[in-house]
């Protein structure tokens, strides 16, 4: 049965944008389902809330099209230096480019922009179709050809089913693959700022026994605060008034944040989530969809980065050997490079989550101990190397 489409992506964010700009030029058939485009982007527009960093080796991914240059064009904010210290420490440890020989550890970035601009890198493949605003609701399997109902009401096939579409994925629902999931006692407060200083080549994170606080530096006096709390007291910060909340930042916070002026808040509760299987025959999960773990070390994206690159590349050398590469026999290639790499970032998150709630004594030397040491030239360098995905 010939299908409308080689892939169906369902989920149009930065990850499944990703992969179908990696596919395009290899002579897939794409098509890239989403409920809803990215909002334009103008230069006097507020700093989006929703921001994550980017290792080098997502920016890489993005290298590979377009996309990157685009997103240069709009805006993004290169950092060099990166802090870890908790309060009444001696761990306290600062990672810098220079120690590894890079410009630069990273970039923070608007997800709407990287979203964006990756939608603009794809209007140039007349292979790829972008069918928006749509939701897949049902799946269906018929023989090698995979079916999918929209809710627009419109059925489209496809050889394969990719699910990018999140952590609450309807593909990975409508396929019966079920999730080891856990919820911590913790929400986190994030809050775009105007800031006094001017501290935008660093990022940094404070320990303390509530929980992190850390900064994001954005373009400009501008940047990102976040604040892990009990979840009641994160959902209070949240409901003040910008003015008043500006207030209990600065006056928990450490003093290398400075002054500040909130422009907008939000809060969130912290998962983790991690799907049984990421394929099977005619479908395979990316991103959220697949895992999600405590954005404590920012890895969440940069790892949804590394499952495209991955699979990509899998698809990309069974159809050129021949292969049937939508097969589970070919899937589980992929499957077999990433789960396990996923599992131990969600656990080494999860350690890091729980090693820094306790207030013990002892618990606050060992953990300060494991800082001190990564102060270590060799283990500093490993440390900086794998957390920029080289």
């Not at 292979?127 to 749509?134: F, H, L, Q, R, S």
């Not at 690159?309 to 292969?323: C, H, I, P, Q, V």
């Not at 970032?345 to 004594?361: E, I, K, V």
């Amino acid at each position: 049965m010939k299908c409308d489409y080689d892939i169906v992506i369902c989920g149009g964010g930065m990850i499944g944008a990703a992969l179908a700009t990696l596919l395009a030029p290899h002579g897939f058939s794409i098509a890239l389902v989403d409920g809803h485009k990215p909002g334009r982007y103008d230069l006097s527009q507020k700093f989006d809330l929703r921001i994550s960093a980017l290792s080098p080796k997502s920016a890489q991914v993005m290298q590979q099209s377009a996309a990157w240059e685009i997103l240069q064009g709009m805006r993004l904010c290169p950092y060099k230096r990166m802090r870890v210290w908790e309060v009444a420490g001696f761990g306290d440890l600062t990672f810098s480019a220079n120690q590894v020989g890079v410009a630069e550890l990273g970039h923070i970035v608007e997800n709407r922009l990287v979203q964006l601009s990756l939608w603009q890198a794809l209007q140039s493949n007349d292979n790829v179709k972008i069918i928006c605003p749509a939701s897949p609701e049902h799946f269906h399997r018929d023989g090698k050809t995979m079916r999918i109902d929209l809710d627009t009401g419109q059925s489209i096939s496809a050889r394969l089913v990719v699910g990018a579409d999140g952590a609450q994925s309807k593909v990975r629902q409508g396929f019966g693959v079920g999730v080891n999931r856990g919820q911590y006692q913790q929400a986190c407060l994030v809050a775009s700022v105007n800031t006094q200083l001017g501290q935008q080549d660093i990022t940094w994170q404070r320990f303390v026994n509530t929980g992190p606080q850390a900064f994001l530096p954005l373009l400009g006096q501008h940047g990102s605060v976040v604040w892990y709390h009990q979840t009641d007291h994160a959902r209070a910060l949240a409901n003040l008034t910008n003015v008043d909340l500006a207030g209990e930042i600065m006056a928990h916070f450490p003093a290398e944040l400075g002054a500040i002026e909130v422009t907008e808040k939000a809060s969130f509760g912290l998962q983790k989530q991690h799907a049984q299987s990421y394929c099977m025959d005619g479908m395979v999960l990316v991103g959220d969809a697949a895992h999600v773990i405590n954005p404590l070390a920012g890895q969440g994206v940069n790892l949804g980065f590394q499952d495209v690159s991955s699979l990509a590349e899998t698809l990309k050398k069974a159809r050129n050997s021949g292969e049937d590469w939508s097969t589970i026999g070919v899937l589980s290639r992929y499957q077999k490079q990433r789960k396990l790499a996923n599992s131990i970032m969600l656990h080494s998150m999860d350690a890091f989550h729980h090693g820094f709630s306790q207030t013990g004594t002892k618990s606050k030397w060992l953990r300060n101990m494991v800082l001190a040491s990564a102060k270590v030239p060799l283990i500093k360098k490993q440390i900086i190397r794998y957390a920029m995905g080289i």
